[in-house]
């Protein structure tokens, strides 16, 4: 299999159903990993595929669900985050990340221009995929001080960690992506979607 044996799309209102099957597996995949995540319900995923704000990847063959990322704000807009990263086990290590986070981040520079884009992972692929796409490890002071967006470490295993350090740091990199400085580094993908 490859990765044109799949579809990679900006999600809408079709995909909901695909809403639960997507968290079950973010759950469990964090439970293997036995790391820390923040969790998400079926419903806000929903939320985030009727907004235009995701990005699904479905196996052309039969419809099923492959792949999910999606996008948050925070800071009033200035900061983006892409979230959420899964790919279902049955078809990791083909692209697919690497396929749905370029869409995904894309995606973001068109709904939010001007706003910097961040992430927290602990993932080795996740720290590929943003260096390859221009984003440069920072430290946690250079991202949003909104306390919506470090209230979803709470569910996190390392939450204890973070709380005391008093937000400064913990075991999540984190990586920022800002237009101002590094969209040089970027060549936007003949992709319609993305026009
Ligand atoms: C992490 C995850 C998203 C990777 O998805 P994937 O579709 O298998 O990744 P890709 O095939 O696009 O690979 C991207 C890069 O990471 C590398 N990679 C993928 N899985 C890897 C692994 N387990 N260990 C080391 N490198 C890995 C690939 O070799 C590739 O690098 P390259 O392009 O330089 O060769 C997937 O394993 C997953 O859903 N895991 C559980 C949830 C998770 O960890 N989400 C990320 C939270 S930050």
Request: net charge negative; glycine share 6%.
């Given at each position: 299999m490859t990765i044109n044996d799949f579809d990679v799309l900006v999600a809408n209102e079709s995909h909901v159903k695909y809403a639960e099957e997507i968290c079950a597996e973010m759950a469990s995949s964090a439970r293997a990993r036995g790391t820390g995540i923040a969790r998400r319900s079926p419903e806000y995923v929903a939320m985030k595929m009727r907004e235009g704000k995701a990005v699904i990847a479905l196996k052309?063959?039969?419809?099923s669900w492959a792949g999910f990322s999606y996008i948050e704000t925070w800071g009033h807009g200035l900061y983006v985050v892409n979230s959420g990263l899964i790919i279902n086990p049955e078809y990791r290590r083909i692209g697919l990340a690497r396929a749905i986070k370029t869409k995904t981040f894309f995606l973001s520079l068109k709904k939010f221009p001007g706003a910097k884009l961040f992430g927290l992972t602990t993932g080795l692929p996740v720290m590929k995929i943003n260096s390859d796409l221009g984003y440069r490890p920072v430290i946690?002071?250079?991202?949003?001080?909104?306390d919506n967006f470090w209230k979803g470490?709470?569910?996190?295993?390392n939450y204890p960690i973070l709380q005391s350090k008093d937000r400064k740091n913990c075991l999540c990199t984190a990586m920022l992506f800002d237009p101002a400085v590094d969209k040089e580094k970027v060549q936007k993908p003949d992709d319609p979607d993305l026009q």
């Open positions: 052309k063959e039969d419809g946690y002071s250079e991202l949003t001080d909104d470490c709470e569910s996190c295993v």
